[in-house]
């Protein structure tokens, strides 16, 4: 008898039950808010972000409305730009305080519904609703209580995507927006995924899709159908990643409040860029990002990195540990500008990260530094 077979047989007869993940996403958040708590905003193209200055801000859009959209504004376009194909929308400044509390508020409805829950950003979170639903119908019905709720408490609309993963649901999510419902059963993620363009992968902005046209692979299925040795010569890693996600594979799971082993954000650029003042307000914008999600997590750290990836995709990471842990968001914004600076001068960039990890909980009597708010 070999032991190695019968390892292998029972191994494979484990019954593995199909995950159900939900991804929870708000519509077009920040002028949503805006617009719920101004009437006359109602209807009109709102953009939120930096000042337009009439064409001459050098910003960028954080948010914009669906009207907005439609004049082909989008988030992370340079403001200037936006003001270029509108000038009469409604530019309103980033009144990140509010969407914080509102964020607060729709987080603690969604932890209502299940504590497997992974907030990722100030308006986005996957919950892992396996052990409460039985299957992807009951799923559905999950999903639209979720929506009526927030709805119905906050006044706003949201998008969820209900699939087998976290990176399918996230696609899902983005599929009916706004306000939509998109159920992908485990035996549709192929037919649901391959007919859409690569750009539908998260992670695959504008330049890579460009690239990948120049190569012929234009829909998800082009891309799974690609050789994986081709894609890592030339996108390296990141192109084993996307043959794997053109797939459908990811298996991730949902981390649950108090397993947050690192918190991080990353912001590709529309276009690459080497100046140092858009540079500048990158890391600290994402610093910041980063340093809201601590406060909510009532997180100390001890190590700050930096993330950048070049035109040519090179990557690369810089980590650096402070002595005790922190909680200033001035010591992430010093070390990741510190850690950049080996990196200027060298090229463009086409992606910037900030992330901190080694965390320690702030205990009751511990004040955590807030008034950056
Ligand atoms: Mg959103």
Avoid at 6 to 34: N, Q
Avoid at 38 to 53: A, E, I, M, R, Y
Avoid at 127 to 144: C, E, I, T, Y
Avoid at 249 to 276: H, L, M, Q, W, Y
């Amino acid at each position: 008898m070999n032991t190695f077979t019968i390892l292998g047989t029972s191994a494979k007869s484990v019954p593995s039950k199909t995950r159900i993940i939900l991804h929870v996403d708000m519509d077009s958040f920040y002028s949503s808010v805006e617009v719920r708590d101004n009437s006359q905003l109602k209807g009109q193209p709102v953009v939120v972000g930096s000042d337009p200055k009439n064409g001459a801000g050098r910003g960028v859009v954080s948010t914009c409305s669906y009207e907005a959209r439609e004049f082909g504004i989008r988030s992370g376009m340079p403001v200037s730009k936006a003001y270029k194909l509108c000038p009469d929308a409604v530019f309103l400044p980033v009144n990140m305080s509010l969407y914080k509390e509102v964020s607060k508020q729709i987080m603690e409805i969604l932890r209502e519904f299940t504590d497997r829950f992974q907030q990722v950003s100030v308006d986005e979170a996957y919950l892992d609703v396996s052990m409460q639903v039985g299957d992807h119908a009951a799923a559905s019905k999950f999903a639209q209580n979720i929506k009526d709720e927030i709805l119905l408490r906050e006044g706003i609309t949201c998008s969820i995507g209900v699939a087998p993963n976290k990176l399918v649901a996230k696609i899902a999510s983005d599929f009916q927006k706004p306000d939509g419902l998109t159920v992908v059963k485990p035996e549709d993620v192929v037919d649901f995924l391959t007919p859409l363009p690569v750009s539908r992968i998260p992670g695959i902005g504008k330049k890579t899709a460009d690239i990948l046209k120049s190569m012929d692979v234009e829909t998800i299925w082009d891309l799974a159908a690609y050789d994986v040795q081709l894609l890592l010569e030339r996108f390296g890693k990141f192109g084993i990643k996307m043959h794997q996600m053109a797939r459908g594979i990811d298996k991730a799971e949902v981390e649950e409040r108090g397993d947050v082993k690192s918190i991080s954000n990353e912001d590709t650029f529309d276009e690459d860029t080497a100046d140092p003042f858009v540079i500048g307000q990158v890391l600290d914008s994402l610093a910041k990002s980063v340093h809201v999600s601590l406060m909510k997590n009532k997180f100390l750290f001890k190590t700050i990195t930096l993330k950048v990836r070049f035109e040519d995709f090179s990557t690369y990471t810089r980590a650096r540990s402070l002595r005790v842990y922190g909680s200033d968001i001035d010591l992430i914004k010093v070390t990741v500008k510190d850690l950049m600076r080996e990196f200027m001068g060298k090229g463009k960039f086409r992606l910037l990260g900030v992330g901190v990890s080694n965390f320690e909980k702030v205990d009751g009597k511990q004040k955590l530094i807030t008034d950056f708010l």
